[in-house]
């Protein structure tokens, strides 16, 4: 447990990282859109108030001296959100965060050093930094993967919406949005994924097969079921039909 006087020093550092925020924030943003590419579309006011944030959570777990719980990082949340919104993968994110904890790091350490705070607490300092980022890692990763799940569900139920509409004799303005060319004959098909197989995988696999360059298939999934309608017969699959 610091004493009085360590506890000083190291507020002291924190307060002069508060005051560097804007500076750290050029820097970190700066070598985030030169290093990812996949960060080109991403509002560089967005980024700015990520990396506002991850200073912000940085900040507060070295006044706490805790590392804090994945569930306590909504700032976190909010990037995996913000990110998944804007087509950038959970890997690109991570990385981009990467960046900016290390920055924050390099910076820590070398205020804390030239404040002389010892030795000690900066090992710690430096310890809390990296938990921060380990549940950074796990908040942001649970939130893409449930955003994907979300979005899986709703696509598919567009889908199959689309697929009923067009059975229906509807639905052909969206089936052009979706790349199909209903100028060609389409075929339909019905069947039912065989024991054993993961429906999904066998639909993505029909999906790809009956495709072509310029007229996109649709196929879904309904209550075991699958039910497509495309330009192409789809590849053989045993026991579909």
Partial sequence: MPDASESAALEAVLESLRTDMPELGDRTCAEIFTTLSSYADVEPAALRGATERNLQIA??????????????????????TERFHAGVTIDQVLLA????????????VDTALAMQV????????????WGVSDSFTARAVTTYRALEVSKSLADAERT???????????????????GMDLTLPHLVF????????????????????????HANALVALRQGRIIGIAP?????VPDLM
């Fill in 118 to 129: 010892p030795a000690a607490q900066v090992v710690d300092g430096s310890r809390l930094l």
């Fill in 232 to 236: 192409v017969r789809p590849a053989a």
């Fill in 97 to 108: 965060f990467r960046v900016s904890i290390s920055q924050i790091h390099a910076r820590f």
């Fill in 190 to 213: 019905v069947g039912h994924a065989p024991s054993g197989l993961d429906a999904e995988k066998l639909r993505l696999e029909l999906l790809s097969s009956s495709t072509r360059p």
């Fill in 160 to 178: 199959m919406q689309l697929v009923d509409d067009l059975l229906a004799g509807r639905g052909r303005e969206a089936a052009s949005l979706a």
């Fill in 59 to 80: 900040l507060t777990a070295l006044h706490e001296n805790r590392v804090p719980k994945p569930s306590e990082l909504h700032g976190a949340e909010q990037t995996a």
